[in-house]
């Protein structure tokens, strides 16, 4: 975002906190920042904000943008902040100074600055009759800022905290031209229509009960197909790359993510498990590395039998707030392709080849254009490991990028907190960007682990772990495809294939001959062996509903055959809508083309 746009948006949640002033008594103002393509601000009122408020306080905006005040900046000590904060009767924006004055940093507007330093005083901007606490920047003035359109208003705790106050939220979207908002708006709309959780229940393909909870998503058989082909085509890929199935509990001691380091990092996002019959504090695995670990140091291992490379498709458990639970997007329980290999240094290059070849080629297939990012550590604490370390980790990883020729971002501040990492971002049919696969560098765990190999010379080493998955979350990576594909998954992936459709009962003999051949149908790509999954429709309902039907459930090949097909030994074919009429003797090939 370039920072003409990041000012206006940041000055649109100004001029939309005015209105809000100007609508309503008593209102409480919390943090508005910049997001992606516009801005929000939160507030504590008595009043209740509705949608359908949102047309009067857009106009109100315009309003005060019409009138085209400056914004006035004033820069007081913390001391005096606070006291002017106090006499505007404004709790929240009083919180942030205080941890001004305590911490002595500006760590207390993280919510909508990010990186902290050291400060000794705040900043107020003034516009019309509204004053807010703020770092800035700002356009000049409120006409100066583009185009803008309030989306929608939802409800939010005060710093992310579900213990604090809620708030409420309202949202915008900012431009600087009105076609690229229209574009922007339009996009949106069709999002809607490709919502997951939409799509979900639509192609019956997962639930949620309150009886299981939240967060726990139950795939039913038609949505376990297409989980179980996405992790099995990932299986087959990583297989050929070398890695080699593993399997671990869900359980585990605590005292195995205490020694990983994931218990000081991720202790508050774990489901703790307690034991009737042993005193031992367990806890269900968030994540998988630790177990693998073990693997590795069951027993001696020599650089002869490096690389070791474990794979391993299972469910790994997060306490993810409520709040923040999203369909598939974002799950308490997460199904995902992990990968481990244990490398000496000299490996690095050649096994992370390996895995970038498996990623390009699960996502060709696919049909997503993949960019890339490279995770990399900022100056904040909470990173394992010394400085050292890990700018040796981030130069491997850059020069892995730059032989491999990958249009790559650096992001700083977001690499794990045991190592870098490059991150694979899939581009979907809304131009949306999603970070799926990734690779992580691992000088870290394995020290802790206190793991070894014996090289050449007969002395002990460390090895280096690497970190990958193709696919990541499961459930995650479907919410992402659903929404790419609209539910019309590609022919091999689609979890009822081909649904036959006979005009009347009086060709029974024939749709058994239809069904006879469709079963002769062996698919060898993406995945080897793969039996065709089809149905026969032959219930009492008109041919013209039965038809709507399979559409409506997007199944990619529709056969309807009458007496007059039977008779000259033909079908009439719908493949993803388009209409062909085949000689029965053409089936298999004609099936077994279609990609």
Not at 182 to 204: F, I, N, P, W
Not at 213 to 230: A, Q
């Amino acid at each position: 975002m370039n920072e003409s746009l990041a000012n206006m948006r940041h000055s649109l949640a100004h001029i939309l906190a005015h209105a809000v002033q100007d609508l309503y008594s008593d209102v409480k103002f919390g943090v508005g920042p910049v997001i992606d393509n516009g801005f929000y601000y939160d507030f504590d009122l008595d009043d209740t904000i509705s949608e359908d408020d949102l047309e009067r306080i857009e106009q109100r905006m315009r309003e005060i943008i019409k009138a085209d005040y400056s914004f006035e900046r004033e820069e007081l000590s913390l001391a005096d902040a606070k006291t002017k904060s106090e006499s505007q009767g404004q709790p929240y924006k009083t919180e942030l100074i205080k941890d001004l004055l305590e911490k002595g940093t500006t760590e207390a507007y993280a919510e909508a600055d990010g990186e902290a330093e050291t400060v000794d005083s705040a900043t107020f901007y003034t516009i019309g009759e509204f004053t807010d606490l703020c770092r800035g920047s700002h356009v000049d003035s409120t006409s100066q800022v583009g185009v803008f359109a309030l989306t929608r208003v939802s409800g939010a705790y005060w710093r992310g905290d579900e213990n604090n106050s809620q708030m409420q939220r309202i949202y915008g979207v900012a431009f600087e031209t009105q076609d690229e908002l229209e574009s922007y708006l339009k996009m949106q709309e069709e999002a809607k229509e490709r919502d997951h959780r939409k799509l979900g229940k639509e192609l019956d393909l997962f639930t949620f009960s309150d009886l299981v909870g939240s967060g726990l998503p139950l795939f039913t058989p038609r949505g376990t197909v297409v989980k179980n082909l996405l992790t099995r085509y990932s299986q087959q890929l990583r297989e050929q790359a070398g890695f080699m199935a593993v399997s671990i509990p869900h359980i585990t001691k605590q005292e195995l993510y205490k020694r990983s380091g994931h218990w000081d990092k991720f202790g508050d996002e774990l489901f703790l498990v307690t034991s009737q019959e042993t005193s031992d504090k367990m806890a269900l695995k968030p994540m998988n590395c630790p177990h693998h670990t073990q693997i590795y140091a069951s027993q001696q291992r020599s650089y002869r039998d490096l690389p070791l490379m474990y794979l391993e498709n299972t469910v790994q458990y997060r306490d993810e707030k409520s709040g923040e639970l999203h369909g598939l997007s974002r799950v308490r329980s997460i199904s995902i392709d992990d990968n481990h290999a244990f490398v000496t240094e000299e490996q690095i290059q050649e096994v992370a080849n390996r895995i970038l070849h498996a990623v390009k080629q699960m996502y060709d297939t696919l049909d997503m254009e993949l960019s890339f990012d490279l995770s990399f550590r900022d100056d904040s604490k909470g990173y394992l490991g010394d400085d050292d370390l890990w700018e040796k980790s981030q130069n491997i990883l850059t020069e892995l990028a730059e032989q491999n020729n990958l249009n790559y971002t650096v992001e700083e501040g977001e690499a794990a907190f045991y190592g870098p990492k490059i991150d694979f971002i899939a581009t979907d049919a809304l131009a949306r960007k999603w970070q799926v696969a990734t690779l992580q560098l691992d000088f870290v765990q394995p020290e802790r682990f206190e793991l070894e190999y014996i090289d050449s010379n007969g002395e002990a080493q460390t090895p280096v772990l690497i970190h990958a998955a193709l696919l990541g979350s499961a459930e995650r990576f479907m919410s992402v495809y659903l929404e790419h594909t609209n539910g019309h998954f590609p022919f091999w992936l689609a979890p009822e294939q081909v649904r036959v459709i006979p005009v009347n009962d009086k060709i029974d003999d024939y749709i058994t001959t239809i069904s006879d051949n469709i079963s002769d149908v062996v698919l060898m790509q993406p995945l080897k062996y793969n039996e065709l999954r089809y149905s026969v429709d032959s219930s009492s309902e008109s041919l013209g509903k039965r038809i709507y039907r399979a559409e409506k459930e997007k199944v990619p090949v529709i056969i309807i055959a009458g007496p007059r097909d039977q008779k000259q030994k033909q079908i009439s074919l719908r493949i993803n809508g388009e209409e062909s009429t085949v000689q029965l003797s053409q089936l298999v090939k004609t099936l077994q083309a279609i990609k």
